[in-house]
């Protein structure tokens, strides 16, 4: 089977700073990854290079296609959608306004209104707050609005950085189980950047860790959960 997403050999800088070192990994189909790792480890570099927006060296392909050199447009078209750290909610526009400029690539009107109910029913605060400025809305309703945002271009893999930063427990709860909904009922795929790795190992089906910008350890989450290094650094016991 082919990868939908396949990373060899890539390396990545920030002017003359190589920030990742050859780092090879992979996301199926319908599949859900995460990568793990401490600040600075090179993870949302990573993301950052799929999307086209850091120089980069190696192979990155999308579907079989190689998508390396791609401008970060033309890698969204192609329905990778990005919901990056930070959120990057536009906070002077309404939750509906931040929600329609995710489909900004699409042209068919009465499936972008479809996909508008679809992102309501998996966020129905959304919807209670459609008329509402984004900037006014909690930090776990603009992460929803982020991540509904990214819906809206009908991916079919999502790249999520952090989705969890800086939101209280059970918000965070709820945004990972509204993931996994749409990960089974869309067959989004999805590649997690997440420093909660314990939650991000219990939603992914692989995990690969970084550090400083290589990857060090690979494989599936239930093998990786009981390794007593990954315990013991990454998952406090």
């Not at 998996?122 to 609005?145: D, H, I, K, N």
């Not at 009908?154 to 059970?170: H, V």
């Amino acid at each position: 089977m082919v990868a939908m997403l396949e990373l060899k050999n890539v390396e990545a800088f920030y002017g003359p700073i190589r920030a990742l070192h050859g780092i090879s990994l992979s996301v199926e189909q319908g599949g859900i990854v995460t990568v793990l790792g401490a600040n600075g480890a090179g993870k949302t570099t990573t993301l950052r290079a799929i999307c086209g927006m850091i120089k980069t060296t190696g192979s990155i392909k999308f579907e079989g296609r190689e998508i390396f050199g791609k401008l970060t447009e033309s890698v969204a078209r192609l329905g990778i959608a990005h919901v990056p750290e930070g959120r990057g909610t536009f906070e002077k526009l309404t939750t509906e306004e931040n929600l329609r400029l995710g489909a900004f690539t699409r042209r068919d009107r009465n499936a972008v209104a479809e996909d508008m109910d679809r992102v309501y029913g998996y966020f129905p605060v959304l919807a209670e707050r459609r008329e509402q400025q984004a900037g006014t809305l909690s930090g776990g309703e603009q992460q929803m609005l982020a991540i509904g945002r990214a819906l809206m271009l009908r991916p079919r893999l999502m790249l999520l950085d952090e989705p969890s930063f800086g939101l209280a427990p059970m918000i965070v709860q709820e945004i990972f189980r509204i993931m996994r909904s749409i990960n089974e009922n869309d067959g989004v795929s999805m590649l997690l950047v997440e420093q909660n790795a314990a939650l991000a190992m219990d939603l992914a089906d692989q995990a690969f860790l970084l550090e400083t910008g290589e990857v060090v350890m690979s494989g599936d989450t239930k093998t990786m959960k009981e390794d007593e290094s990954i315990r013991t650094s990454y998952l406090g016991y």
